[in-house]
């Protein structure tokens, strides 16, 4: 059964960081381009970041170049996004996804991120 | 960007009618190689959201056959044959043709009346 696990989310202060974790199962995790997406009540769904299996080719949604970094370690079955320098519209919860004719088919039970003061 | 226009945004029905939901995208999401990466997914309360559709008709597996897409170009539609409860949810479409910019719509609220 694939399982994906979101981790690492929580309060922070506007301009501040935070590392969130996608830990990966029941699937060959090399294999697959991984992708962040986001939720908030106010934006809806929104795609983030994408990562090709290797690692070799990222692509970003233009609201967070610059300030997240998406990487992952296929030894540890894992997916990570840097988020830096973040703003009250990050808000959002977080999900990890694989990435597959262009749609994601897995999903994890997302982590949430609160930019407040 | 690639706008993607839900309606309705709320949609009440009765179970066991039938309960379909438009998707319209600001331009053609025939892609170069032929294909139309157009998805449907469903997201029950509390859950994350779960693909039902990909490929404008191709369902996902275990998805009942209640469901079903359909449309080319720059419209599309979701259609539920008798909804059940367990159908309550929001529905969004998204498209993946314009490689890496993914759009999704706004999302539509199925409820029973």
């Known amino acids: 059964e694939v399982q994906l696990v979101e981790s690492g989310g929580g309060l922070v202060q506007p301009g501040g960081s935070l590392r969130l974790s996608c830990t990966a199962s029941?699937?060959?995790?090399?294999?697959?381009?991984m992708s962040w997406v986001r939720q908030s009540p106010g934006r809806g769904l929104e795609w983030v970041a994408n990562?090709?299996?290797?690692?070799?080719?990222?692509n970003y949604v233009d609201f967070v170049k610059g300030r997240f970094t998406i990487s992952r370690d296929n030894a540890k079955n894992s997916l990570y996004l840097q988020m830096n320098s973040l703003r009250a519209e990050d808000t959002a919860v977080y999900y990890c996804?694989?990435?597959?004719?262009?749609?994601?088919?897995?999903w994890g039970q997302g982590t949430l991120v609160t930019v407040s003061s | 960007d690639i706008v993607m226009t839900q309606s309705p945004l709320s949609l009440p029905v009765t179970l066991g009618q039938p309960a379909s939901i438009s998707c319209r995208s600001s331009q053609s999401l025939v892609h170069s190689d032929g294909n139309t990466y157009l998805s449907w997914f469903q997201q029950r309360p509390g859950q994350s959201p779960r693909r039902l559709i990909y490929r404008v008709s191709k369902r996902d597996s275990g998805v009942p056959d209640r469901f079903s897409g359909s449309g080319s170009g720059t419209d599309f539609t979701l259609q539920i044959s008798r909804v059940e409860a367990e159908d309550i949810g929001l529905y969004y479409c998204m498209q993946g043709t314009r490689w890496p910019m993914f759009t999704f719509g706004q999302g539509t609220k199925l409820e029973i009346k």
């Open positions: 029941g699937f060959t995790f090399s294999s697959y381009w």
């Open positions: 990562i090709k299996h290797d690692g070799s080719e990222k």
């Open positions: 996804a694989t990435l597959a004719s262009s749609s994601w088919g897995n």
